[in-house]
């Protein structure tokens, strides 16, 4: 069995190394190889868009978060999916115009340099991490899948290889391409094992017949907490990089918006499915590490349901992985890597783009030792772009508040995030709070003084 898993893994690394290898010839220029050339189609931008919100933190993660918490656990997911719809609509806003690369250019569009870098070096570092997450999630499953062959550590350097090395070759057409592939699999794959697991098991009746928090709408969260998630993952995906990323590729604004739209919607019954496996691995192996309940599920499904689900299980890790990178490397390439070395020729941006992609995938893995959690520590991170996001829509909704005003907040954001780990108090009082109180404070302050006729430095 465990034969069969290894190498159902390495022919799905092959079709993912050739398809990059295939691509590469439409990578040949800078602007190619970060967005496609901005020629994506609708059936690209929906399969990125739920790549990138079908991951392991949405399936590893999610059904980790059920294993712990019940489905109250879907909270998290669900402010994505809100914040995808709102994006859809407000799309024109957020790229105002066809040169768009990333976070830098809207918050730019707003604020002095000052501000506009620190706001792109947060979202790098939350980018960064989120890579990180697909990662981890890349060890739990090779480890558990084939049942200590390959070691947590070796999964995590295989995930990170596998798609750092696509993405490498064929940039963000590599990633689009690779996502269609990599969406096809999850679909077929976690509900052909996640309804034979319900089916076959009855776990999920079995569960709500033991009573608990499994089936209550915050379970053991409690409203604040649930709610708290949500809100926080609301602004993580507003103004997320690789959404920016994804519909700077499209060909036209209305193909972006129906590309997020139609990719929000292939997303949300896959983390469903995902939640509800959690439950059943609850069920099935409740002694087992939370982090493995997902992957614990193919000891109980037949060879050739096997084979399926495991690549469902695997390939979310890369399909999220892929587009966060990209957006990194777009990110770190045209806001600071070019501008900071003056690299000016469209082939050597290139090949600082490529071997950007190399060194943020190398670092990303070195991270990964150190993720406990997956949810909450990217709730805990997520704070960054809460405050990017707060500030944008200031600048958006009240035009000529002060950029030291936003600088401001945006820096109260990163000193709080740590004193809150210093001190420990991210485990009692969620960053969220503070960090919301301090931006409204401060962009508050600089609200007044523009009305007092004070504009922009």
Known sequence: MTGLYLFAIAAYICVLWLTGAFVTRKSRSADAYLVASRGLSVPFIAVLIAGTWIGG???VGMAQGSFIHGLSALWFQAGIWIAMF????ILPRVLSGRKTYSILDVVGGLYDRKTTRLAGL???????WIVTMQIVGGGAILSVLSKGTISFNGGMVLTAVVFTLYNVMGGFVATAYTNLIHIVAIVFGIFLGGLYVIFSTGGLQAMAGQGGHYYTLFGDLGVFQALSWAFINFTLGVLAQPVINTASSARTFTEGRRGIVIGNLIAIPVVIMAALCGIIAKYRFPEINSLAALPALIAIVPPWVAVFFLISMWAPLMSS????????TTLA??????????????????LTSRLTTLLIGGLSLALGFFVREILREVTWLAVFLSAIVYVVFAGWF?????SSCAFAALLGAVVIMALSFVTGLQRTIHPLWPVTVWVAVVMGIGLLTRERGVGNP
């Not at 009240?398 to 002060?402: D, E």
Request: net charge positive.
């Open 57 to 59: 933190v949405s399936i």
């Open 86 to 89: 709102v994006t859809a609509m």
């Open 398 to 402: 009240a035009r000529g508040v002060r």
């Open 122 to 128: 947060l979202q790098l570092v939350f980018s960064i």
């Open 333 to 350: 390439v045209k806001g600071y890597i070019a501008p900071l070395l003056n690299i000016q020729s469209d082939w050597k941006i290139l």
């Open 321 to 328: 992985g892929s587009p966060f990178l990209m957006g990194a």
